[in-house]
Each structure stands twice: as C-alpha cells, then as structure tokens.
C-alpha cells in the first residue's frame, strides 16, 4: 500500500501555487499517481476569492482533499494552530512547499522546524528559487535547515531541471557511446546556452528590481543548464553522485566577462527611474578542468525581446580546411541543439553531400531533429512526483547552491551602468558584439 502523505502549501493561494502547482497536483492525482495523498492544505493569510474555484475545480476529486488555513509566516500562533492540523495526521508524511517570496523562508524554517520537534511524523521541506540572495545569505539559510531538517529531507527546486530537454542532455551523454566519446575539448569548440524571453517584468516588477537577471536566471537555470552539459559520468546514476558530479564542475567554473543590459521603459514599468538592475546579462565562462579546458562556455538570457527561446547548442570544431580546399566552401561546424523553448526538441546539424549527381561538391547542412514526447504537460509535475517519491536527483543539494552562488558573487550588485536596448528587438546590439569579437556568432 502508498504511504500516506499530505501537503502543506505555505503562500498557497499565491501565482505560482494557483497556476502551477495545484493544477500539477491534479494532473497527478487523475492520473492515479498520488495515491497515499490524503490532504492538500493551502495556508495565506488571506482566502483569495477564486482560490476554491482553482482547487475544486481542477478534479472534483482532487478538489475534495483541498484545504484552506488562514497563516501568517511571521506569526507562531499559526504555527501553534497548524501544530493542531498535524496532531490529527498521525503516521503520515508531512511536505511543506515554500510557495513565499523568498523574504519570508526564513520564518518559516526556524517556526516549522519549532513546531515538528514536537511531532515524529516524517518530513519533507520544499523550497521555491530564489534560494538566497547571494553566497552569505544562501549559506545563512542553510545552516538555518540543517538545524531542523536532515538533507535528505529539503528539496531546494529549480523547475528547469524538470523539463525533458534538461534531463535528456544527462540521457544523450551517458547513455550513448558515439556521444560522450567527443564530448570534450578535442572535439567542441564551444557551447551556448541562451534564454531569451519576449515577456517583461510584468507584475515581478518590485520583485525583479532587487534581484535583475543574474540572479534571476544566470545564478540557478543557466548554470545548472551548464552543469548538466559539463560534468562528468557519475559513478552510478543515483542522486548522491549526479549532485556530487555537478558540484565537482561547478567549482571549477567561473565567468571571465560579463554585460549587462536592461530594456528601454524598464525603470519606469517598476516605479524606479534611474534603476541599474540588468534584465539582460551575456557572460563567457570557463570550465578549468581537463575535459574542457580553452571551451568557452557563452550564456546569454534577456527578457522583453522579439522571441523566447531556451536553448544549448553545442558546437564542433571545424573540419581540417585541407578536405576542401579545392572547392570553394567550408562545411558548417557540427551542432547539437537541446531545446526547451518554443519546442522540447534535441536537434544534430551536420553535412552532407547536396542531390547534385556530383561526387566532388560542397557539402551542405542537413538536420535530424527529435521531439522529447512527455506524459506531463509541466515540469512541476515531474517535480511533484519526485518529491513524493523521494527522488532528490532533479533538486539542488546544499554545497551545489552554494557553489552556484560562488560563481556569479563577484559580478553582483555592480554599480555600472547597463546598456538599453530598445524593446521586441531579436537581441540587443552589444550582446553581438560581445560574441563578435571571440570571433564567433550566435546560433539562434
Ligand atoms: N510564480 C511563478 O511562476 C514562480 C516561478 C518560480 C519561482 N517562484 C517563487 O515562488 C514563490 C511564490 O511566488 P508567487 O509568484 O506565487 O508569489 P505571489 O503570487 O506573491 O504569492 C505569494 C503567496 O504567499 C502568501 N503570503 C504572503 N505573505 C504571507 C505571510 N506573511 N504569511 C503567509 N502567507 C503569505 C500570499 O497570500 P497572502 O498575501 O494572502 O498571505 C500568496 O499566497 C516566490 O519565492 C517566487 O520567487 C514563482
């Protein structure tokens, strides 16, 4: 039989509880994969109007074990009254997802970690990115975890690595030979990872304006993106040594250069004139081991530009120029391209010979390209489901937050101006020039 289990979703009635994780729940819970869930209990301060609509309405069944408690993070009364919840689930596993702004996980730690000294039940504790605001706080805010909770028990999420793409980089690398055989510096040339997005600030604005790209995206999504496409083979495919590995290439990496950018309306859209956060960043770093030394590593995310796209492209060194000297052509660099936006596609461009009926002829570029087919529609399911099931290998151990936090801490809060780019535009005209002069350009 399932254990049983119930949920605690602290700031439950919030954006990211309403249209991401309850309607992943539910989706699970259809598909009959949540079957020791007993409870779903969304705790706020305030009961938003359309909160019942969004829980009930999803699955009536699902709607039935959805709960609301009135909470305040800051407050030990609540905890006091949640205490009484949790008297009335005995025997069952409790996980609280820290669905808060980031100010408040904090409190909330230090409170929940009070109140289940006093119960036996087992734990989990969920915690949203951003986790930290920069290495001294990402440390304080562990220390504060490991005085309550066990690291087996904290699962620290970043949602990307629940997407297909992400985890095929680890499948296509490790599970095949004619793969991981010239996955190295005698064979790439250089790798780029981009997250380009078309949206603005939108309604984060106050949020964004004191955290800006690099810690927005760089420090967690795109590092992590390098990490899965850097490290080394496991010792087993388990999660002590996938995270292990993923530390290992991380303290080796480190940013080299760096712009920032910020769009034009921006301080204005946030209520900041003046305001220096970036909401473009383009860096090159480099990975200083053995496997990649001299590969540029070249990451770039934006928002408000004409098209989103999230995407590594992996790129092969030239072919000896000798092969076709006489003909008048160079063929293209091999790429691999994993894409999670706008499709979940894994795409190789290589060369071939064109239909010409010649044999001598210049090669030209040809693509295979694969659509990851997923049973979820999102990547917090996969998340979810991971948690329930205890899996912690797509979550973010305490050493590795910190070492993400290590590589990007000397290019936080710099106080220059960033350069502005006119809004829509595919990409900003210094992000170019950056890749330009490395003698390179960007593949989008
Ligand atoms: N939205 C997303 O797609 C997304 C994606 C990735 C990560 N995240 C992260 O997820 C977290 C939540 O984001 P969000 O977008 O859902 O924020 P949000 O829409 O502002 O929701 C915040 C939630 O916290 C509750 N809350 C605020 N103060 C509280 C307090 N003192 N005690 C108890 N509850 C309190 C709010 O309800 P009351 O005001 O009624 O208390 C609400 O339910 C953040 O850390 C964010 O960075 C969000």
């Not at 700031?11 to 598909?31: Q, V």
């Not at 408690?69 to 407050?75: M, Q, S």
């Not at 927005?216 to 590092?223: I, K, P, R, S, T």
Request: hydrophobic share 40%; net charge negative.
């Amino acid at each position: 039989m399932s254990k049983s289990f119930s949920l605690f979703i602290l700031g439950g009635t919030g954006d990211l509880a309403r249209k991401k994780l309850l309607p992943s729940l539910s989706r699970l819970f259809k598909k009959g994969y949540l079957q020791g869930l007993d409870k779903v209990y969304s705790l706020a301060r305030s009961k938003r109007e359309d909160w019942e609509k969004v829980a009930c309405e999803l699955d009536e069944g699902f709607g039935k074990l959805c709960h609301f408690i009135p909470f305040d993070a800051k407050d030990w009364n609540s905890y006091a009254e949640l205490g009484k919840v949790v008297e009335k689930l005995k025997g069952q596993e409790l996980i609280f997802f820290l669905a808060l702004g980031p100010d408040l996980f904090g409190d909330a730690i230090l409170n929940l970690g009070r109140l289940l000294r006093n119960f036996t039940n087992p734990r989990k504790v969920v915690i949203e990115k951003p986790f930290g605001y920069d290495l001294e706080s990402a440390k304080r805010l562990n220390s504060l975890l490991e005085r309550y909770f066990i690291e087996q028990e904290i699962y620290r999420i970043d949602h990307f690595l629940g997407k297909d793409t992400v985890q095929n980089i680890f499948s296509l690398r490790f599970s095949n030979l004619i793969f991981e055989g010239i996955w190295n510096n005698h064979y790439i040339d250089h790798v780029q990872i981009v997250a380009l997005e078309k949206v603005g600030v939108g309604s984060r604005g106050v949020f964004y304006d004191r955290v800006g790209a690099i810690r927005d995206m760089l420090q967690n999504h795109m590092l992590e993106m390098l990490a899965f496409t850097a490290m080394e083979v496991p010792a087993r495919m388990e999660e002590k040594f996938i995270r292990d590995e993923k530390v290992k290439v991380l303290k080796n990496t480190s940013i080299v250069k760096l712009i920032r950018g910020q769009y034009e309306g921006y301080g204005q859209e946030v209520g900041r004139e003046g305001s220096k956060t970036e909401t473009f960043v383009c860096a090159k770093l480099l990975v200083e081991n053995f496997r990649w030394h001299g590969v540029s590593f070249y990451l770039m995310t934006g928002k408000a530009l004409k098209e989103k796209l999230t995407q590594i492209t992996v790129v092969f060194k030239s072919v000896p120029e000798g092969f076709t000297s006489l003909l008048d052509c160079k063929p293209k660099q091999n790429k691999i391209v994993f894409q999670t936006a706008p499709e979940s596609k894994l795409q190789i461009a290589f060369e071939l010979r064109p239909p010409t009926g010649r044999f001598i002829a210049c090669p030209v570029e040809t693509f295979m390209e694969y659509k990851f087919p997923s049973e979820f529609e999102e990547a917090y399911e996969v998340l979810l489901l991971d948690i329930v099931e205890g899996d912690q290998s797509l979550f973010i151990r305490g050493d590795e937050v910190e070492a993400l936090w290590e590589v990007v801490e000397p290019y936080l809060d710099r106080q220059e101006e960033p350069f502005m780019y006119p809004q829509g535009i595919p990409l900003p005209e210094p992000a170019r020039e950056f890749i330009r002069q490395e003698g390179r350009e960007w593949l989008l």
